[in-house]
């Protein structure tokens, strides 16, 4: 499970056996009481989310935005 990135309590990571069969490019957040899986195809959906609040996911959606280039650019540098 490589950690990508991490910003106050929110840890970015993908699952390592995600790669096969190749699944559409996302990340999965953790931190804070809950975790969510987020697309990072444009535009940024959340995928599934356990235990995030709206106010959260907001946050959490700004910071995969905000950091897109390094979290899609280590999952298809990992699933290559």
């Known amino acids: ?4 990135l991490t910003v106050g309590a929110y840890k970015f990571f993908f ?3 995600e790669g096969a069969p190749r699944k559409a490019p996302h990340i999965h957040v953790r931190g804070g009481g809950g ?3 987020l697309s990072l195809a444009p535009p940024c959906e959340v995928l599934e989310n356990v235990g ?3 106010a959260n996911l907001r946050t ?7 950091n897109k280039e390094i979290l899609a650019g ?5 699933f290559s």
């Open 74 to 78: 280590a999952y298809h540098e990992y």
């Open 60 to 66: 959490i959606r700004n910071l995969v935005d905000d």
């Open 15 to 17: 699952y390592s056996n």
């Open 52 to 54: 995030y609040s709206a």
């Open 35 to 37: 975790e969510a899986k």
């Open 1 to 4: 499970m490589p950690v990508v």
